[in-house]
């Protein structure tokens, strides 16, 4: 793969009984997944990745963002996962689910290791304090798309979605901090949810599942002889804001380092944005190659989208 803009967008990412129900069970798993060249590049440069930072756990947060002075996040090899980032199957998809107008603001690398993956406790994306609703907005419009890079099934410890638990919003969260049987040290507080219905996100590799910030979702630990990898993205409208004066997330997930919101590089990626307080200067530290390859991908993706 040259460059993400090098690949054609298709009308089918997501279909409209897909987006129905998106919008009625807070996730969806699109039949359509990347292309077999940009799928290849993916599982490659991943790999690559897990090679380079060798002293990785559950969770790589922000593998998009390369090791470069000022920057206090990110992996070594993260200029090929940027791609991936603003792939056009991957904007189209999120384009279809909230809206032509995107901000990226965030990944990560969940990976499993087999027969030791620890489990990912039931919970909303929506504890992020850093993704806030625009004016006359009773809630933030957010997808994270969960790309497989390895074949992902019940058996290697697959997401798992409760169909429809988002629909009355946010849900208490109890916090352990001294738990250490899962990636996370929260859990939603599991009244009023009904577990029963959870719905396995099988993908193969290149194929992905959408979710939004409110439905419940979890994982269980992987007990197989094979390892459960996955690339995320987190896209927001650009209509909300993302809100640096949060500081530092508290310490969550694995390893239990405190992840610092406010000084993360977001990016605009489709169409315009909304919110004249949104920060796209904050964070570019010597990313400026970065930045020049999104806009001109977003630029060619208005063409072809909007």
């Not at 809630?139 to 497989?148: E, F, Q, R």
């Not at 194929?207 to 910030?213: A, G, K, R």
Request: glycine content about 10%; charged content about 20%; overall charge negative.
């Amino acid at each position: 793969m040259a460059t993400a803009a090098a690949h054609p967008v298709t009308e089918s990412v997501v279909t409209p009984a897909e987006v129905e129900a998106f919008q009625r069970d807070g996730f969806v798993v699109p039949k359509q997944g990347l292309d077999s060249d940009s799928t290849k590049f993916l599982v490659e440069s991943v790999e690559q990745v897990f090679a380079d930072n060798p002293d990785w756990q559950s969770i790589i947060r922000m593998p998009h963002v390369p090791i470069r002075e000022g920057q206090e996040e990110g992996v070594i090899g993260a200029e090929k996962l940027f791609e991936i980032a603003i792939h056009p199957t991957i904007i189209a998809a999120a384009r279809e689910l909230i809206g032509p107008n995107l901000i990226m603001w965030g990944g990560e690398i969940f990976a499993k290791p087999a027969g030791t993956g620890k489990g990912t406790p039931w919970h909303q994306d929506c504890y992020n304090p850093a993704v806030k609703a625009g004016p006359g907005r009773s809630h933030a419009h957010s997808v994270m798309i969960w790309i497989a890079v390895d074949d992902v099934a019940a058996d290697n410890g697959c997401l798992r979605y409760v169909p429809g638990s988002g629909k009355n919003g946010q849900i208490e969260h109890i916090i352990d901090a001294n738990r250490t049987d899962g990636i996370l040290n929260f859990e939603v507080d599991k009244q009023g949810v009904d577990f029963s219905t959870a719905v396995n996100a099988e993908l193969k590799p290149g194929h992905f599942s959408c979710h939004d910030v409110f439905v419940v979702h979890g994982a269980n630990a992987n007990t197989s002889g094979r390892r459960r990898a996955g690339l995320t993205f987190h896209y927001m409208d650009a209509a909300d804001l993302y809100d640096r004066s949060f500081g530092l997330a508290k310490a969550a997930g694995e390893g239990r380092k405190p992840a610092p919101l406010a000084t993360r590089p977001i990016w605009l990626v489709l169409g315009e944005n909304q919110n004249p307080e949104n920060d796209f200067v904050t964070g570019h530290q010597n990313l400026e190659d970065l930045d020049a390859l999104a806009e001109a991908n977003r630029l060619r993706l208005n063409k072809l989208l909007l």
